[in-house]
């Protein structure tokens, strides 16, 4: 594609400063176009983009007769067809994965898999701490403590050097979050999980089709979890899967997604052999996810398109750090993330940065805060439950460690992240993002004092 960062685009919008000039080259930039540049829009400048963005999720009318067909059959239930079964062949396939589960959710995969990995009343699980809340909240339902290892700032998911210290007698497994689509270093993980026979459990809610060092995420612990959920780039409305090379790990997942009926090679003497709940994926959510699969592949490839053109530019402009992502790694990019270093805007906080490019026409956000000082978990410690199954010791000091997530702090303090829409649209589009950037950083100095 043409690159959209043309000269005269450039300077209709940006004033010159010195990050501009270091960018575009300083010998490029005419003075007199320079000193006409438009204002950000909340110093009385225009936006930069002005033509919106396209919603999610979308769909296509091709989909619409199998959906009427499941709805005219009555067979709405997973027991009653084929439609969940297919799309668990499908999506493993998908995946190089040897099976799949689908479930009613992401949170209700997390449920079955830690329950499955023998996550029981009183245990600990690792995990990261910048996720989505449903992660924190998976392992309390099953009456563990989620015990957080710090974030890598540069990579935003769980640094592998913090969890060792973080192990102790009660640890199960670990949790890793491929967080935004971008997969977490799971080799050094998986290394810990076997040197201290843990289980790995890979939050792949937001990492369909991401890749690390050739394997896609979903394949890469012993099993992992992907979220359907309205937002994402396959989405059912509601629904998730479990995935994992596994067959008789799949087969007890299925028992338990299914109020414990006997599947595969895992059977009792008596009916009610086994613990379970109902988990289970309608229909309708198969049937929906199936017609999916070609949008999601092509989607990916323009998202991940867009997104390695934008770190190009992004790094460019002093205090803008993209992620950085493992060797022979591929995010799929549920949010794309940068980090920003206010001391290169003169000081503009983050959130009048936000705010300065959600005005220019660049939907943003700050991504996830220090949601453990929220009072979840202070809930939970304080619940009967937790202090029948943890000493008071165990559970001030599991307290007093939120403190210690420096990295966490920094990332959830600094981070600035674009919706996975945005990276839908042309490259004259990610220009507009760029160039919103710059003249947010030329004219930071008066956008921090107002
Ligand atoms: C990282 C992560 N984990 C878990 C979940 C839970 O998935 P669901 O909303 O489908 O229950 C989500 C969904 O947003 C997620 O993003």
Known sequence: MKDPLTRRGFIRNAAVSSATLTWLGAQHVPQAYAADAAKPVLL????VHQGGWSTWPTWRESWEPAIIDVLRSGKWFRGDGGHVAEFEAAYAKLLEAKRCLATASGTTALLVSLHVMDVDAGDEVIVSPYTFIATYNAVLQNKALPVF???DPATL??????IESRITSRTRAILPVHIYGMPCHMDPINALARKHKLAVIEDACQAWLAEYQGRKC???GDLA???FQNSKHIPAGEGGAVTGNSDELLDRCHAFHNVGRATGSFQGAQQFFTRGSNYRM????AVLLLQQFEKLVQETARRRDNADWLGTHLKQIPGIQPARLPENSRAVWHLYPFRYDAEHFHGLTRDRFLQALNAEGIPCSGGYHEQYFDGLLDE???SRGF??????????????SFQELKGNRQVCATTVALPQNLLLAGRHEMGHIVEAIHKIQAHSAALAKG
């Open 149 to 151: 290892a710090d974030t």
């Open 282 to 285: 309608q229909q309708f959510q």
């Open 157 to 162: 998911t769980i640094d592998p050097a913090s």
């Open 380 to 382: 939970a410690i304080r």
């Open 218 to 220: 979903g394949t890469l």
């Open 44 to 47: 009385g400048g225009a936006p």
């Open 387 to 400: 202090k029948r199954l943890f000493t008071a010791q165990r559970l001030k000091a599991y307290r007093e």
């Open 225 to 227: 979890c992907f979220s």
